[in-house]
């Protein structure tokens, strides 16, 4: 699509989504505050966005990031090949009681960035060579990230979008997203409402993930790589396993088969490590025969596409995040500016 194009979707968008700056109903919280008096509802933002970290990014999907090998020149200066032009917003609309990214989740550790700063960042990141825009806990923050690209479209982006979304929204919202966002990445965390409620204080999780994935997977249904393997656009859906939870991972999967399809892409997530206030049931890593399990259960119903993620019961070192660093994730047990 054009960048004219995305423009007017994005101006629609806007005008239909205005109300939600003096009562905000984005998600399913529906906190009703006006945040453009900067009143703060669940999510703790008000009318501009607050940006953790923007940077290239390679523990993503390959589709998304690319190449992550990284190799030293013969000056042994390190040496790395795209990756994802990511962009961590601080706040969340879920805030689960695990989050491995807590401090921006629950901390909101992150400074104001203007709509013409935010822009900038993502126009920084092309020219550094990124694949996409990647926007992390997008939610809660919409209409800023709107006006924002609109700002970065009328001078010059052409990346896909990616929407990496924690999977609490409404599809009435997503609705208002078709033709803008590229590449839908959320996560579908629980199907339990016992589970949802227990773990992320939202017993109504599925209520809203599933109608939202639908939406999704309505505007995406396939995912689309280009010559190089790099995803232009479709839906990834992804699903952390958690320890003791092997039920309801099998019951996310059965219905990501029967009412999306089993040609849509999945990514099996086993990087799980008790964070922040994980409750005493959760205060264990997933074991690998659980993993397996869940691994075997998508098998069994015949999923085409899905990234699985072994690995990092070998090392998870990398996948874990320190925000209050500069380059918050330690690459091959090295950090290096991005």
């Avoid at 601080?90 to 935010?118: H, I, P, R, T, V």
């Avoid at 001078?155 to 599809?171: C, D, F, M, R, T």
């Avoid at 109504?204 to 599933?210: E, I, L």
């Amino acid at each position: 699509m054009t960048p004219t194009r995305k423009i007017k979707k994005i101006d629609s968008a806007l005008a239909k989504l205005a109300e939600h700056e003096v009562s905000c109903r984005l998600c399913p919280r529906e906190c009703r505050v006006n945040r453009s008096r900067e009143e703060k509802g669940f999510c703790q933002s008000g009318s501009q966005a607050s940006v953790s970290h923007a940077l290239l990014h390679y523990g993503e999907e390959p589709v998304l990031s690319g190449c992550r090998d990284i190799t030293e020149d013969k000056k042994g200066e390190i040496q790395r090949r795209a990756g994802s032009g990511t962009i961590f917003f601080a706040g969340c609309n879920l805030k689960c009681s695990f989050c491995q990214n807590y401090q921006l989740s629950w901390l909101n550790q992150g400074q104001a960035a203007s709509d013409g700063e935010l822009a900038r960042m993502m126009l920084d990141l092309e020219g550094r060579g990124a694949l996409n825009i990647n926007l992390v806990s997008p939610s809660h923050l919409l209409l800023p990230i709107l006006r924002a690209l609109r700002i970065a479209y009328a001078q010059g982006l052409s990346l896909p979008l990616v929407y990496n979304a924690n999977g609490y929204e409404k599809a009435e919202i997503i609705m208002n997203l078709d033709e803008i966002i590229d590449i839908y990445l959320p996560d579908l965390k629980y199907f339990s409402a016992e589970v949802s409620g227990r773990f992320s204080g939202a017993s109504d999780y599925f209520k809203h993930a599933g109608p939202a994935l639908k939406e999704m997977s309505l505007q995406k249904p396939a995912l689309i790589l280009d010559k190089a393997g790099i995803a232009r656009e479709g839906l990834i859906v992804r699903h952390l396993v958690l320890p003791g939870q092997t039920t309801d991972s099998f019951a996310v999967l059965e219905w990501l088969a029967a009412e999306l399809s089993t040609h849509t892409c999945i990514s099996l997530m086993s990087q799980f490590s008790p964070c922040y206030r994980a409750p005493a049931e959760l205060q264990r890593p997933l074991r690998p025969d659980e993993y397996q399990n869940v691994l075997t259960k998508a098998q069994e119903l015949q999923f085409e596409n899905m990234f699985v993620q072994p690995e990092a019961f070998r090392s998870e070192e990398h996948l874990m995040p320190d925000f209050s660093l500069v380059v918050p994730f330690d690459w091959r047990g090295k950090r290096e500016d991005s």
